[in-house]
């Protein structure tokens, strides 16, 4: 059944209902006889009036990823894997994120950071798996960072029943926690691509998880020992509160010019509660895509005259089209205590006509503030101004993990690097990692796009610092850290 044949478009409105400008609620009543409307379905909005701001914001210090001295970025000596004829190489390695507390802070494992990477051959861009980097707590030199391995065995998504492991080609970015009785719990996203590969073909993107079970050999070695309780626990349900894999192939998948989104999940507890925070697409109950989103002033914001003229600005511009398919959300379920879906929750801030992808979802609670931040790039967006290069971390603060989410910074703009791709400082998947005192966080980021260089992999980026202060962030002048470095001592005030 292809969805656009379901949706209905809206004629007339004659109800006041609320929407969202700027993130804060408002009000709006529409004209009877008109296609417009003005329905935010409960959830927050990146809205294109915020958006529009933030290409006059984006070049100031306040909003600048720090640039980096290329002629000091190593590789990760430790990164070494295997190609497909057994040869040992060095690994491009890019996403990653640290195992941490309930809290977001990175946790102590036996004396232990970990770091969870994507990681693969150079040469071959389908090579995605996920590895352990490990370093002791207090070192922070790039040379320091051990390396544990494959986490996953290629056996090891052959799990009797269920419906989705076996298809897998890819591993992809996730999160890990350290639970309340030490155990090494890792969330991940399952991808199955070509079916030369053993995929399906249509890029289904499979929220799952394992138990990363590790031992020590000796005072100085972490060994990962395999996984146990190994599963997919969410597949995007039945398309009404996010778009699932069926309805992107009803769609036409990549020839409708769709991108479909599932992964990337970030684990959180909430007085005492459990959930996962992910990357998704809206679904049919709460803003699908297509071209009565044009129509609908909770994605605009600004006042009703910006609304028209956005909206009439936009049907005559040649991204009209990926406007028309960008809802892009960040979703949330509940998990039960076994981390099986116990409920599943409508998204905590979505993008329609904005974008088709937000990605990276971190969430944290600072000074009884959530703080919610992803990662987007400008090419992927239909706003005026935001140009191809633009790379963003774009955050959110509300009093309460379910929201409303206000934007940070007035936009929502948190940080931008605008680098050539083929540069060697080029940044990406920017991480914020809360500390355990004061306003900063560290922020982590990978360096080097894979394939540019034949002597220089993708590889942890130096860290810096962002300092949050209610409503706004700024980042820390003269706060590069190391290339990977997750925590600060005293300094971090």
């Not at 980096?68 to 004829?85: C, E, H, L, R, V």
């Not at 980021?445 to 130096?462: E, V, W």
């Amino acid at each position: 059944m292809n969805i656009k044949n379901v949706l209905k478009r809206t004629t007339a409105l004659t109800l006041t209902t609320a929407f969202v400008i700027g993130g804060g609620f408002q009000t709006f009543a529409a004209e009877n006889n008109s296609q417009d409307y003005n329905k935010s379905y409960g959830i927050s909005h990146i809205t294109r009036y915020d958006m529009l701001k933030i290409p006059g914001q984006q070049n100031s210090p306040q909003f600048k990823v720090p640039q980096f001295n290329a002629s000091a970025i190593k590789n990760i000596a430790s990164a070494k894997g295997y190609d497909k004829s057994g040869n040992l190489i060095d690994l491009d390695v890019w996403d990653s994120w640290p195992l941490q507390n309930a809290d977001g802070t990175a946790a102590n494992y036996h004396g232990y950071h970990i770091v969870f990477a994507l990681a693969g051959d150079p040469k071959n861009s389908n090579d995605t798996s996920i590895y352990l980097f490990y370093q002791k707590v207090g070192d922070t030199s790039i040379d320091s960072w051990k390396n544990a391995g494959r986490v996953f065995k290629d056996s090891d998504k052959f799990v009797p029943n269920d419906l989705y492991l076996k298809y897998q080609t890819q591993e992809w970015s996730g999160s890990a926690t350290l639970t309340k009785d030490g155990q090494v719990r890792l969330f991940y996203t399952d991808y199955s691509g070509s079916p030369e590969d053993g995929g399906t073909g249509a890029g289904n993107q499979i929220i799952s998880t394992a138990q990363v079970n590790l031992s020590q050999p000796d005072a100085a070695t972490l060994k990962v020992d395999g996984v146990s309780d190994h599963k997919s626990i969410f597949d995007g349900g039945d398309g009404t509160v996010y778009q699932n894999i069926q309805q992107f192939i009803d769609e036409g998948k990549w020839n409708s010019g769709d991108n479909h989104t599932l992964r990337d999940p970030h684990y959180v507890e909430d007085n005492g509660h459990k959930y996962l925070v992910f990357e998704a697409n809206t679904g049919t109950s709460d803003g699908y895509q297509g071209d009565q989103s044009f129509n609908n002033k909770a994605y605009y914001g600004g006042s009703d005259v910006f609304f028209q003229n956005e909206k009439n600005n936009l049907l005559q511009s040649p991204k009209k089209q990926i406007a028309s398919l960008a809802n892009g959300a960040l979703g949330i379920v509940e998990l039960n205590d076994d981390f099986t879906v116990k409920s599943v929750m409508k998204p905590l801030i979505a993008s329609n006509t904005v974008t088709d992808e937000i990605e990276r979802a971190n969430i944290f609670k600072m000074n009884n503030k959530w703080y919610l931040f992803t990662d987007s790039r400008g090419s992927k967006m239909t706003i005026d101004g935001i140009g191809d290069k633009d790379v963003y971390m774009l955050g959110f603060v509300a009093d309460s993990l379910n929201g409303p989410f206000q934007p940070l910074n007035g936009t929502g703009l948190v940080l931008n690097m605008n680098l050539d791709p083929a540069d060697l400082t080029f940044t990406y998947s920017h991480f914020a990692v809360p500390q355990a005192e004061g306003n900063n966080v560290v922020i982590t980021s990978y360096m080097t796009n894979r394939g540019f260089y034949t002597d220089h992999q993708s590889t942890f980026a130096p860290s810096f610092l962002l300092n949050i202060q209610g409503s706004n962030t700024s980042v820390v002048p003269n706060s590069i850290l190391e290339q990977g470095q997750l925590t600060v001592g005293d300094n971090n005030k």
